[in-house]
């Protein structure tokens, strides 16, 4: 089609495949493999995080563990399987809580309010309308993922899922990209980067191997004034350098644009180093991001491309559609070791009284009917923040206040558009930053990820061979073919400003990298929903992090005894809205669960960031530091 027409692929509804409505129940035992299969060969753990003892799983507090607890005696077992627990949300936070639990022996079933969500925003999606002559539909996604190195508990839990010819299941899945694009516009010249583990790191990291590291790094690829370079060299190293409290306490009150100095930058520094990264890949605005968030994912960053302490290389994706490659396999799995699905089963409330959970009110979604109580002996919230504080009410706010802080929690659009394209783009081998578009817009060429896929034989009407995936990030800034924020554009005028914008950027200097009729149709989320009236909506956002966020986030474990959250706006080690947050959380959950239950099942393994061990004395003195009122002794202004 041409582009500016703005005919959609199919319908604004999405369908996805095979999800069933109130799955009939697996082996209620949990055989096939349900206990306690990943012992072994997994190497050590550096740092656990677990919920542990009665009192941890009142408050929430983390208790560092040595390693697993000793596996439950029979008695134990046969007591844990008679126990049940409601799954609210079948996200990537619900299906890890709900696979944990499992492998432990529980009766979990999940609700999961729409009728094709399971993965939640990470799944993958049905174009309806769009498959002919016995080709599946074509892809559709909330928007392009990617999982980097530094990832540890997620792909523990894609190894744990079979796959069909594939020794470590659905972790094989994932392939390296090798680099990224910084596409420019205004002649400015673009930045294409190597993206993958450097070859000769430092063998020991001290201030000064760290500072000549970045600087150079920076100043080869960036071409910014040597003033800027080392100043945001340095902020970086007394962030390296700083302890937990200055971390938590002082940086995470600080806003990213004030902690870099951008207001005092050059324009290139600020979209660079300050816009560039925060909105394009920590999802948030530079103004107000916490230093803290943005520094810390940074940080992960850095040791994953030192070849530090992680899963693999800094940029990983999937080799098919989401669902092929990962969703569907660990829904099949969960099945298998009983794990029952109830979909289009939206939960409305959660009843509270005598200081316990004592059922949830469910009802039918989207469609009418009549709600219903569902009881269980416990209750797993694992629905996005947005969703889940709807379902507390006054009584159980008031037993655990810390629910009502999440009224303060944030949320933004963050959505994704797909063009199929005639041809296929492999632009880079990786991932394009569109650094100038005044949206945010990120891409990648997906045919050239999916080596086992033929597109056009496997997908579409047979004349669609690739799909140019994106992600607006920005939906309140004017564009450049309209004068006009997202969320007051059509849903037509969206994607049609979407495609100037990438045109802006890769055919800059007469490139004719993208063409109008190469675009074949498009798919947009169908969560962004009323574009072009007064109330647009969009039912599934992102949470971001403005500075002082953390201290609104809760802990996995709540003041009610039968009563657990899991999310990527639970407390977690990253401090980010991440698939390895909501795994991480969905862990958390589980071991708070277990403490509550006096179950004596081995604790859910929970991975940290790689801290650097030269790093720690410095970190010490910063203690030092930070108790005297004293400033990080790299902080020189």
Same mark, same amino acid.
């Given at each position: ?49 677990? &919920? ?47 696979? /944990? ?6 009766? &979990? ?6 009728? +094709?969500?399971?993965?939640? $925003? ?9 498959? +002919? ?92 004034? @040597? ?10 190293? =007394?962030?390296?350098?700083?302890? /937990? ?39 948030? $605005? ?23 302490? #992680? ?20 829904? @099949? ?98 991932? &394009? ?63 049609? !400003? ?8 890769? #055919? ?8 109008? !009729? ?53 407390? #977690? ?14 862990? @958390? ?43 990080? =002794?790299?902080?020189?202004?």
């Amino acid at each position: 089609m041409d582009v500016t027409t703005g005919t959609a692929a199919g319908s604004d509804t999405a369908t996805g495949p095979g999800t069933d409505s109130a799955a009939a129940p697996g082996a209620a035992d949990g055989a096939d493999g349900a206990a306690g299969p990943r012992a072994a060969g997994r190497g050590s753990r550096r740092r656990f995080l677990a &919920v542990a003892g009665g009192a941890a799983a009142a408050t929430g507090a983390g208790l560092a563990l040595p390693g697993p607890a000793a596996a439950a005696p029979p008695a134990r077992r046969r007591r844990a399987a008679a126990r049940s627990v409601a799954v609210f949300g079948g996200g990537v936070a619900g299906l890890t809580a709900a696979h /944990e639990l499992a492998e432990r022996g529980y009766r &979990v079933t999940v609700y999961e309010r729409k009728p +094709t969500g399971l993965g939640g $925003k990470a799944r993958s999606m049905d174009v309806p309308g769009t498959g +002919t002559g016995g080709r599946r539909p074509l892809p559709g996604e909330h928007g392009f993922r990617f999982f980097p190195g530094f990832y540890q508990n997620l792909p523990d839990t894609l190894s744990r899922i079979p796959f069909p010819g594939n020794r470590n299941g659905c972790k094989d899945n994932l392939v390296d990209s090798t680099e990224t694009l910084m596409a420019r516009t205004g002649g400015r010249p673009d930045l294409r980067l190597p993206f993958r583990t450097i070859d000769a790191p430092p063998a020991r990291l001290t201030p000064e191997a760290l500072l000549q590291m970045i600087t150079g790094a920076l100043g080869t690829l960036l071409r910014l004034p @040597a003033t800027e370079l080392a100043y945001f060299a340095e902020r970086l190293l =007394v962030y390296l350098t700083s302890c /937990e409290r200055r971390r938590t306490e002082q940086w995470e009150r600080a806003r990213w644009w004030e902690y870099i100095r951008a207001e005092r930058m050059s324009p290139d520094y600020q979209r660079l180093l300050a816009i560039g990264l925060t909105r394009n890949i920590v999802a948030t $605005k530079a103004e107000e991001a916490s230093a803290h968030t943005v520094a810390h994912i940074l940080e992960a960053f850095l040791f994953n491309f030192l070849g530090r302490g #992680n899963d693999g290389e800094p940029d990983r994706v999937l080799n098919a559609p989401t669902n092929e490659a990962w969703i569907d396999p660990w829904v @099949a799995h969960l099945r298998s070791l009983g794990v029952r699905f109830e979909t289009g089963a939206a939960l409305r409330e959660l009843g509270y009284a005598g200081g316990r959970i004592t059922g949830a009110v469910v009802a039918p979604h989207p469609a009418a009917g009549a709600p219903r109580t569902v009881t269980a002996d416990h209750y797993l919230s694992a629905l996005p923040v947005e969703h889940a504080r709807g379902t507390w009410g006054p009584e159980l706010r008031a037993a655990d206040p810390r629910l009502a802080r999440c009224d303060a929690l944030r949320t933004d659009w963050m959505t994704g558009i797909m063009f199929y394209l005639r041809e296929p783009v492999p632009i880079v081998h990786g991932h &394009v930053n569109h650094i100038d578009s005044p949206w945010a817009v990120t891409s990648i060429s997906q045919s050239q990820m999916w080596p086992g896929r033929d597109f056009a034989a496997d997908y579409g009407d047979g004349t669609v061979t690739d799909c140019f995936s994106t992600i607006v990030s920005e939906w309140e800034q004017p564009g450049i073919l309209y004068g006009k924020p997202a969320k007051q554009c059509t849903k037509e005028e969206v994607v049609r !400003e979407v495609w100037a914008q990438l045109k802006a950027g890769l #055919n800059d200097r007469g490139r004719p990298v993208l063409r109008d !009729e190469l675009v074949h149709s498009w798919f947009m989320d169908p969560a962004v929903d009323g574009l072009g009236g007064p109330h647009p909506t969009n039912d599934e956002q992102l949470m971001v992090h403005p500075a002082g966020t953390l201290y609104d986030r809760p802990t996995a474990g709540t003041a009610v005894p039968n009563l657990f959250l899991a999310g990527d706006y639970v407390r #977690n080690d990253l401090d980010l809205a991440t698939m390895e947050g909501a795994n991480q959380t969905g862990r @958390a959950a589980v071991n708070a669960l277990l403490a509550a239950d006096g179950s004596g099942a081995s604790r859910c393994e929970i991975r940290t960031l790689y801290q650097a061990p030269e790093l720690a004395p410095l970190k010490r003195h910063d203690e030092a530091r930070f108790r005297l009122g004293l400033r990080n =002794v790299f902080d020189v202004g």
